[in-house]
């Protein structure tokens, strides 16, 4: 008897940061996070499919930040999100697509609540949606490429 876990391959992202630092006078912050959607479990937090975890240098003074190692299955999809505060309260970001080989496939920008792509094929948009409805990330207007 074969067991499904064994025809199922597993791959290996590698050199992702999370991170969630302060300046030094609290006017610029960043935030980045990882998610995975797949078929089976939907959207999920990096936690369940962590491999290992190392610690490295924040971009501002205050805060951490870590570099992580996932473990992903063969047609999933890893959202990588990072967004910086600045003093004006403007918040700018980017949120890339990328695929069980590590490869970049979607990215778009995120400035204020304008969502607008930047790079890839326009039928990965729905995971950038996806991703900041879950979430519950504040947008007026997206150019994803998928209007009609």
């Given amino acids: 008897m074969s067991s499904l876990s064994s025809t199922i391959k597993v791959y290996e992202i590698s ?5 969630k630092s302060k300046s030094r006078s609290g ?15 939907g959207l999920t937090l990096y936690t369940a499919s962590l491999i290992s975890e190392e610690p490295t240098k924040p971009t501002y003074a205050r805060g951490e930040a870590k570099r992580v190692k996932i473990k992903v299955e063969h047609g999933d999809f890893v959202i990588y999100a990072r967004f910086v505060k600045n003093p004006k309260k403007a ?7 990328l695929n069980h080989k590590d490869e ?3 990215q778009a920008k995120y400035n204020n609540g304008f969502v607008v792509k930047s790079f890839g094929n326009p039928t990965y948009a729905w995971l950038v949606r996806l991703f900041l409805d879950s979430l519950k990330i504040p947008y007026t207007l997206t150019k994803l490429g998928d209007e009609k």
Avoid: N, Q
């Fill in 15 to 19: 050199d992702l940061v999370i991170e």
């Fill in 27 to 41: 006017k610029h912050a960043l935030t980045s996070i990882v998610y995975i959607y797949s078929k089976r479990f």
């Fill in 91 to 97: 918040i700018k970001g980017l949120i890339m697509i």
């Fill in 104 to 106: 970049l496939l979607y």
